[in-house]
Structures are given as C-alpha cells and as structure tokens.
C-alpha cells in the first residue's frame, strides 16, 4: 500500500512538470486559413518582433480536414516597401551637421538599420544602395533614398541639427545616480513566457503535490502509532497471562 501510493506521488508531479509543455506545444487549429494567417500576426504584434518576415505553421480546417501549412508573414512600418517578393526598411533618423559630410554609405545603412530580404526566403537578403545627395549639412529635414539593384526603393527622414539634443531620456541617464540595470537586463516577451510557464509550474506544483506529500506522512506517522499501539497491547496482554 506504502510502495503504490508513492508511486503514484511521483506520477503525479511527473505530470504536473510535462503537462505545460504539452499544453504549449498543441498547435491551435483554426476555422481558415485566413483566420489562422490573422491570428498568427496578431501573435507576431503583441510580442513586438522587429519589421521582417517570418516563417509560420499554422493549422486549419478545410473540407473537414485538418490543413497544416507553412506561411510567410510579412511584418512592416511606415517606411517599409514591398515590391514583389523584395521588401526593403529603414528608420527616420538624425544627425548633426558635422556627422552628414562624414557619413558613409555604409554608416548610413547602419545608422537607419537599413535591411532589404526577401518575403519567400526569410534567410535571402539583397545589398541596399544609398543617394545621400539631397541631405545638407544644415538644420533642417532631408530625404535619404535607399534602393536595391532590383529598384526596390524606399525613403528615411534626416534630421539635420546643429548639434546633438539629447533628449530628457538621455540627460537623466547621464546622472551620476543613473540605474542601468533594466538596459542591461531588458525583459522581453519571451523571458516572460519563460518566467510565467515556471511560476505556473510551480504553483501547480504546491497545489497538487504538497497535499499528496502530507498525506503520506500522516499515512507513514499514523501507521507508527498504530503499530506502537499493537505491540503495546500485546505487551499488556502478556503481562496479564504471566
């Protein structure tokens, strides 16, 4: 009796620590494949990914049967271009009159984390030119053109100031007493998946295990003080023989 409810302890936390995952790894299946490609964006949006496209099963009733497709979900910003299968981004940025003559090619690519790929083929990515003709090297708003040996073209906003404004954001984080902590520890969506599946395993963990546990060591104390309480009356029973 000992040995089987022990037994059936561990297979009960066993459970209770694979039950998440299984949870977690089961595969919605939507209504359409329309609802299914919508949903799956909404998902991509509320976790907060970066602009690019992103490579999706999703599963979904068709003719009364379960489809499961392999989908590309296209993630863009008011900059983003998408011409066939290319797609092309960059940032607003800005820059101080001194930086715009010292500024390459390729340091505008980097400072407007200018990227072009491709829409099939998450993996390809295309060179991106840059016509920085228009900026001058005086206050004021410019266009910055961006462009891939197929034209795909796109545009970013230069800033142009005369010097560099940091803004309140940046003074503060010049104190001396400045905490950056949380900049070096950045908390994302997935860090809280992460954190919110153990607390939910442990909590599951307390409330379906912790009974079992006390109960057996009211079953293991319980069955002590009976056995003590045999052999004691044993021992009277013996003493009234003699």
């Known amino acids: 009796m000992k040995k089987k409810l022990i037994v059936s302890c561990l297979l009960l936390m066993l459970s209770v ?30 976790k907060g990914v970066a602009v690019g496209t992103y490579p999706i099963y999703i599963r979904f009733q068709h ?13 863009k910003e008011k900059n983003t271009i998408i011409q066939g299968n290319i797609a092309i981004d960059v940032q607003d940025i800005s820059v101080t009159e001194a930086e715009v003559a010292q500024l390459s090619e390729a340091e505008w690519i980097a400072r407007t984390h200018a990227k072009a790929w ?36 796109t545009k970013a906003v ?61 079953y293991l104390a319980t069955n002590k003080l009976v056995k003590k309480t045999i052999q004691s009356i044993f021992v009277a029973t013996d003493k009234k023989m003699d």
């Open 118 to 153: 491709s829409t099939v083929n998450p993996q390809t990515t295309f060179p991106i030119r840059v016509d920085s003709q228009n900026v001058k090297s005086q206050a004021g708003q410019y266009t910055l053109l961006f462009y891939t040996e197929e034209n795909v073209q």
């Open 63 to 75: 003719s009364q049967q379960v489809m499961e497709k392999l989908i590309y979900l296209t993630l």
């Open 17 to 46: 620590l694979i039950l998440p995952q299984q949870v977690n790894a089961e595969e919605v299946i939507y209504s359409s494949e329309q609802e299914a490609k919508e949903e799956k964006f909404k998902e991509l949006v509320d």
């Open 158 to 218: 230069v800033t142009v100031q005369k010097k560099a404004v940091p803004n309140a954001y940046q003074k503060n984080k010049e104190q001396p007493g400045y905490e950056n902590y949380l900049q070096q520890n950045k908390v994302g969506w997935q860090l809280f998946e992460k954190w919110y599946g153990l607390f939910l395993q442990i909590v599951l963990f307390l409330m379906l295990v912790l009974p079992c546990l006390l109960f057996i060591l009211q």
